[in-house]
């Protein structure tokens, strides 16, 4: 699966402008013009953007082919300056998070980090079902089609790829567990896959009903080695990026 991906994209993560830029015109397609999200009127420029950019960083997936952007996703960090400074999850979603305050218990706040802005593009939303929704996602969790109607191939899902991205992104910012507010059938994709995380309350009605999650990455990761180790492969560029569990033969990816 690996080598499929790559075949026809390429996972960019790095702090350059154009890749910035890429992921905020991104978002205001998909936030903005699409969604609904947020007010275009506020985006003068096309590129959507937030508070929470100043300490983030971010990725996008490009389509070689056409190099159009794909996909990005976001990683918001710990404020250096302000160890206390609240991420997204904490300003929307505190009412609910406080009855699930133990899972975060003794993990040191300065390694969380929070997934954030999921976005896919319209123009690799063709599957019946993906219109509406902001990750890509339609009735057959494992493939999508190209853009190209005349070239009908099926690879990997995106998600998988932004996964890459958020994994080499933590690895990079040396994140050890990971926030999220996630779409409940975006939820139900991932754990296709073997991505799980652990809901933090009750939904909330956030751009829709969505669950507040939390995870450990070893943790998260090793599920996916556990149930796809060919995903595991693509997402952590076959341990290079991240390491196997401990207690993982080698064996267990061969041929994926």
Not at 59 to 72: F, N, P, Q, W, Y
Not at 209 to 232: H, M, N, T, Y
């Amino acid at each position: 699966m690996r080598e499929l991906f790559y075949r026809y994209f390429d996972v960019i993560c790095n702090d350059e402008q154009d890749v910035l830029d890429e992921a905020l015109q991104l978002r205001y397609q998909v936030y903005c013009l699409e969604q609904g999200f947020e007010e275009a009127s506020r985006f003068p420029d096309g590129r959507e953007s937030d508070g929470f950019d100043g300490r983030a960083v971010h990725s996008i997936v490009r389509h070689l082919d056409s190099g159009l952007t794909a996909a990005t996703v976001r990683l918001v960090l710990p404020d250096p300056n302000e160890p206390e400074a609240l991420f997204p999850i904490e300003e929307n979603c505190a009412a609910s998070i406080q009855s699930a305050a133990s899972l975060v218990q003794g993990v040191p706040r300065a390694s969380i980090a929070e997934i954030s802005r999921f976005a896919v593009s319209k123009e690799f939303k063709r599957r019946l079902g993906e219109k509406g929704s902001v990750a890509g996602i339609g009735p057959d969790p494992g493939v999508y089609v190209r853009p190209d109607p005349k070239k009908v191939r099926q690879l990997p899902h995106l998600i998988l790829g932004l996964f890459a991205a958020i994994v080499k992104m933590s690895a990079q910012h040396n994140v050890t567990h990971w926030y999220a507010v996630m779409d409940v059938s975006l939820l139900r994709l991932l754990s296709r896959f073997g991505i799980r995380f652990l809901p933090m309350g009750e939904q909330v009605d956030y751009h829709g009903f969505r669950q507040p999650c939390f995870g450990s990455i070893d943790a998260v990761l090793a599920g996916i080695w556990e149930k796809r180790p060919d995903i595991w492969q693509l997402i952590t560029a076959d341990g290079s990026v991240w390491p196997a569990p401990a207690t993982a033969s080698r064996d267990a990816c061969a041929g994926g």
